[in-house]
């Protein structure tokens, strides 16, 4: 069974920064791409980023270059997300996801809450 | 960035309707598009990938179609655990949602 489980979530101040990981089990980690998805209390779903299955490519949303870091280790079946100059717009459980073909999301872990307040 | 606009935003309707749901992309994306079913404190659960592939597992009630820009979900009959937020996705350029449609029981 394919398990995706975030961690990592909690309160920081604004301009704070925190690290996100995701476990996966049950599938070869490393044949995958992996994604982040947020989403703010009350809103849709935004993407956040990707990264290949060798860490070949990483794509990130425009918004958010520059300030989040995505990154994996084969080794240990993780994703991560290194957050930085956290701004109150950043609040949102954060959910990782992986990626077909790098097409859609087949499977989501359940998220991890980051919220950003003083 | 390619915006995905879905219509309408919300929409009302009873259990055994036909409900359809739009999504339109700011330029064509060919077939990229999926469906994505989210219900409250729930992570989003895919529906259709590839415009009108159904995941395995999904009921059959569910079918997608559409390429180019313009794209729909269709229930054929609604279900009482239908009752949710759908949004679309495009993965032709990185990736896009919608705003999301909330399926409410009228």
């Known amino acids: 069974e394919v398990q995706l489980v975030e961690s990592g979530g909690g309160l920081v101040k604004p301009g704070g920064s925190l690290r996100l990981s995701c476990a996966a089990s049950g599938f070869t980690f490393r044949r995958y791409t992996m994604n982040w998805v947020r989403q703010a209390p009350g809103k849709g779903l935004e993407w956040v980023s990707s990264i290949s299955h060798s860490s070949s490519y990483i794509y990130i949303a425009d918004s958010l270059r520059g300030r989040f870091t995505i990154s994996r280790d084969n080794a240990d079946n993780s994703l991560h997300l290194q957050m930085s100059s956290l701004r109150a717009e950043d609040t949102a459980v954060y959910y990782c996801?992986?990626?077909?073909?790098?097409?859609?999301?087949?499977?989501w872990g359940q998220g991890t809450l980051v919220t950003v307040s003083s | 960035d390619i915006q995905m606009t879905q219509s309408p935003s919300s929409l009302s309707a009873s259990v055994g309707d036909r409900v359809t749901i739009t999504c339109r992309a700011s330029?064509?994306?060919?077939?990229?598009l999926n469906w994505y079913q989210q219900k409250p404190g729930q992570a989003p659960n895919l529906l259709i990938f590839a415009a009108s592939n159904l995941q395995s597992g999904v009921p059959s009630r569910f079918s997608g179609s559409g390429s180019g820009t313009d794209f729909t979900l269709t229930i054929s009959s609604l279900q009482p655990e239908d009752f949710a937020t759908y949004y679309c996705q495009q993965s032709y350029l990185t990736w896009t949602f919608g705003q999301g449609t909330k399926v409410e029981i009228k």
């Open positions: 330029q064509s994306i060919s077939i990229y």
């Open positions: 996801a992986r990626g077909r073909y790098e097409n859609y999301f087949d499977y």
